[in-house]
């Protein structure tokens, strides 16, 4: 199986990818991966770095969590394929920390593949989350479309719109934490940069015509996971996102609302475009 490597890509935006680095699959490679649990103290990552350099160990993903700040956790996955120390040694060493309260080293099955199964389950601003990698959210986007043709496509619309409407509730939530009340700014400054952390795409609003209430928005979409999945298409492809950027709207706006598609990248576009309004009402263009 071939693994993608999609660290070498950059945006023009300055962004680059982030690898969450759930698992590590380096083939002939020696890992090992290491959970500490210490109280708070400024210095403990100058500490682990310290030693990570001098033992020769090759850091792959290092990942520091503050806990309502009594204590910290701090993962290392590494290479220690040509160190100069043993993971055994490195883990000794560790044990030497001030206020360590717990370390725990996780080992693989199958040498060359390093599942990180010591952090579960995984959150997001608290709330439960699952993780899809492209093979599967490419079995359900494109085998829903080959199984079911334009029937699959309707659900992947409700399927998105369903999943829009609770993520605008959502949104509304940290909105009123926040004490952000305009819908618009929500979906601006709230739902567009989650839409972008979740990696679905880089959603920009760039027009909103105010003569409608609730406005008729065009919301352009570069990236789109959903589209990168296409081949050659003749038609728009993004039922799925056009779906859940309908039910965002929906949900903050207090007004059923239904999305078009104008522009897609699986007809050649360099990126998706979506007119999104409230439904019955008649889509306005340029020239109206």
């Not at 009594?70 to 220690?80: A, K, M, Q």
């Not at 394929?81 to 001030?98: A, D, G, H, M, R």
């Not at 309260?101 to 608290?126: H, N, Q």
């Not at 990126?271 to 019955?280: D, G, S, T």
């Amino acid at each position: 199986m071939e693994i993608e490597n999609s660290l070498d890509g950059k945006f023009s935006d300055g962004t680059i990818p982030f690898e969450i680095s759930r698992f590590i699959f380096l083939p002939a490679k020696k890992l090992r991966g290491v959970l500490i649990k210490v109280k708070s103290r400024r210095n403990v990552l100058k500490k682990i770095s310290s030693w990570i350099t001098e033992s020769g160990l090759r850091p792959i993903f290092v990942h520091f969590q503050g806990v309502n700040h009594e204590y910290e956790v701090i993962r290392v996955l590494f290479d220690y394929t040509n160190s100069n120390i043993s993971p055994e040694k490195f883990v000794t060493e560790l044990t030497k920390l001030e206020d360590l309260i717990d370390i725990k080293m996780f080992t693989p099955e199958i040498e060359g593949f390093l599942p990180d199964i010591v952090s579960y389950p995984l959150l997001m601003s608290g709330a439960r989350t699952v993780i899809f990698r492209k093979p599967v959210y490419e079995g359900l986007l494109v085998g829903l479309r080959e199984r079911f043709g334009s029937g699959g496509e309707a659900f992947l619309y409700h399927i998105g719109f369903e999943i829009g409407k609770r993520a605008g509730k959502s949104h509304r939530e940290i909105a009123r934490q926040l004490r952000v009340i305009n819908p618009l700014e929500i979906l601006r400054q709230i739902s567009a940069n989650l839409f972008k952390c979740a990696g679905f795409g880089v959603a920009q609003i760039i027009d909103s015509d105010s003569t409608v209430k609730p406005p008729q928005l065009t919301i352009r979409v570069e990236d789109s996971f959903e589209c990168s999945l296409s081949s050659n298409e003749k038609k728009p492809y993004s039922h799925f996102t056009r779906g859940m950027l309908a039910g965002i709207v929906t949900e903050l706006f207090g007004t059923p609302a239904t999305a078009t598609e104008t522009k897609c990248i699986a007809e050649g576009h360099p990126y998706c475009e979506f007119i999104i309004k409230p439904e019955n009402v008649k889509i306005k263009t340029e020239n109206q």
